[in-house]
């Protein structure tokens, strides 16, 4: 992509109404736009990270036996009063349509999916089912003020899976925390499994995904002898249940958490199967959550320094940022060269092919933006048919020849 | 895909409480289920051709030097307010946050992409700027009954173009008629333009892409001498106003439209430019929508039978439907080998490995979900190691060797 193309620009100013590290610099680099507290529009590099989060998920849930499906953001009252959560859920948004009609905008989908699948679903052999969608949910958070972290209007990925006992169920659940693990480490993410509160649906915990970082809005004990981690809310004193060491604690992001929901909706909507006496069975249902543009605020909240973002190469939204400070036509002409040629091998560039912008401007902005690698191109290295190559992570610069530009940036 | 792990199941029986052709059959295909009027949930398959068709409209936008960005669906009132639109868009849901405050769902988006864009864009060196995204649109439609031709929660592309003169404008409005020429035929529909009121905002026409079929909701008058098309609501009288031929009317349905919005938007936003002259001038702007969903209810309308759906290659969800008739477990490895060879050498298929399935059962499944090419493997057709293959769109049946089914599906 030619930087003189794209249509944002980068700002200089933090944005006084942001006062989370992760919405000032994306609003910054220009890879967000804020239109109200917790609602963003994504500009395009930011939907190209968002995008790549994405497809790690889908990669792993797909990696999982998931089936991606896509259920509506608008609901009707009539299957919340089936489960009594219309009252229930404080942060759900409501509204009217015509003839009396009431509808919840989508704030989790338990109430979908699970008459859904029970449409497919009649006998043993139809179960395990797991079924995904990565979509838009909608709550009205009272405290929207944490950028991407915590969003009125949010892209969530909520698998729910079907099983036909408890060991299957278990080794499902057991599988996903791994598949979530390695969400999260693709994703540059250094994440722990943390017990939580299991909720009204369950006596097991549920398991939250967390990453510290001083700005996380969870507290996290964590047992230094066995690893252990526990969210503060069941943690009744601070000695390791497991182990009896002591335990620290630690701010931190919840960035997945995956639930037991054992028969608590199965059981409202009807949904039972014939085992293989044809005897009635409840479902056992789970359900796992991972908010893909919650992740892209962890990763900035994490990655960071004083100049600008430092994105993993696996979200970055292109992996090189080019930058030319070649002001004659020749020159133009080989960095041009340089960036179709890099673009024709598949390798994603930000080309600030810039005229106006001065060196020092193209500097900070390479930094702001962060993407993992900067290559600069000038008449300097270009007098030695080099370019400058600098990782966004580190000080080191190196002169290296064009020609063996290749051999770096794969 | 193995068939025998695809969750959703297909139906014999047509849902009752729908009237169109292509809810019918995508619902008994087992590609959308409905939440209620106008909603639908998008199931595996039907989400695999949602996503084709989407990416055939993102291809096709690109090239046109669209920047592809993600919009929010909640929308605070203020922005509505600026155009004075907040009362006058009928269909627009409208829903209560906390404090008083006041919230639509997105049934368009000039009131969010025309003050982002005037954020970056000072002087005439930062025109012409084109974005898009596709999203999913709210609207209140008073009769959704048409499956996926209209609905109350819908895929949309919404394109927006600014620019600093009508020049630049023509020119780049006449090239999104034919990017949008390039998208239907892509997605085999034979699509025609047909010039439409302009609304309040343009004494120009607007323009609609418009394919025929009996269950179109929109009437269009075509000149049969110069193939002039018009929607009926401009026609005064039926005599072609470009040559005084003789036009006739046809059914069709609307899968597209653009529209100039000349200086609507820009002037309430008070979004102008700096021109060479360090002048004010005011942003002239277009719209560009195409409803991926609608254009997959479309595609339906127009391609099926009284069997099911017949899917054009480029958007059906699978290429190639193998249906195993084998029941020895030497047969069936022999199936499953072919399965994963195919499969393997990067063509789509859906495998009908299901072992209760009588063959009329399999073959009337095949012929309602409605991939272009099926493939049938049974312990007669490898008996000489062959395969009977039928296009969906022919009725004849060839029986090749199984060596020779690669030429046939590349």
Redesign the interface.
């Known amino acids: 992509m030619r930087q003189s193309?794209?249509?944002?620009?980068t700002a200089k100013e933090t944005p006084k109404d942001e006062v989370s590290i992760n919405a000032q610099l994306l609003i910054r680099a220009g890879f967000i736009?804020k239109?109200?507290a917790g609602?963003?529009?994504?500009?395009?590099l930011g939907?190209r990270s968002?995008e790549k989060i994405k497809k790690i998920v889908r990669e792993e849930m797909n990696q999982l036996?998931g089936?991606?499906?896509?259920?509506?953001?608008?609901?009707?009252k009539e299957i919340w009063e089936v489960t009594g959560r219309w009252d229930k859920i404080d942060v759900a948004?409501?509204?009217d349509?015509?003839g009396g009609k009431q509808?919840s905008?989508g704030s989790t989908h338990e109430e979908?999916v699970t008459p859904?699948?029970k449409?497919?679903?009649k006998s043993y052999k139809?179960l395990p089912?797991a079924?995904y969608q990565i979509q838009?949910k909608?709550r009205?958070e009272?405290r929207a003020k944490s950028g991407l972290l915590r969003g009125?209007?949010f892209s969530m990925k909520d698998l729910y899976s079907f099983h036909k006992d408890e060991e299957d169920f278990s080794d499902f659940y057991e599988k996903s925390k791994q598949a979530y693990l390695n969400i999260f480490e693709k994703c540059g993410l250094n994440a722990v499994i943390a017990e939580a509160d299991g909720g009204v649906f369950t006596d097991k915990y549920s398991h939250e995904f967390q990453v510290f970082t001083e700005n996380g809005e969870d507290i996290i004990f964590s047992c230094e002898t066995c690893g252990l981690h526990r969210n503060s809310e069941i943690v009744k004193e601070e000695k390791c249940p497991q182990c009896g060491g002591g335990m620290v604690k630690n701010k931190a992001i919840e960035v997945g958490n995956i639930f037991p929901l054992e028969t608590r909706f199965s059981d409202a909507f009807g949904f039972s199967y014939l085992d293989k006496d044809g005897k009635e069975q409840p479902v056992l249902m789970g359900c796992y959550g991972i908010g893909p543009s919650r992740v892209m605020g962890s990763i900035v909240e994490v990655n960071h320094d004083e100049k600008g973002i430092i994105w993993p190469e696996s979200v970055a939204p292109y992996s090189v940022h080019l930058v030319s400070l070649c002001k004659e036509s020749a020159d133009i002409k080989k960095a041009d060269e340089l960036y179709e040629t890099l673009t024709k091998q598949g390798v994603e560039v930000l080309y600030d092919d810039r005229e106006g912008a001065t060196a020092g401007q193209k500097f900070a902005d390479s930094d702001l933006v962060g993407l993992p690698k900067r290559v600069v191109i000038s008449p300097k290295t270009l007098a030695e048919d080099s370019v400058e190559i600098k990782e966004r992570s580190s000080d080191k610069v190196e002169i290296i020849k064009i020609k063996e530009l290749n051999s770096r940036l794969f």
């Open positions: 193309k794209l249509f944002t620009k736009d239109l109200m609602v963003y529009t994504y500009l395009p939907l968002l036996g089936q991606e499906i896509l259920m509506p953001a608008l609901t009707p948004f409501k509204l349509g015509d509808y905008l979908v859904l699948v449409k497919f679903v139809d089912v079924v838009d909608f009205n009272p009125r209007e």
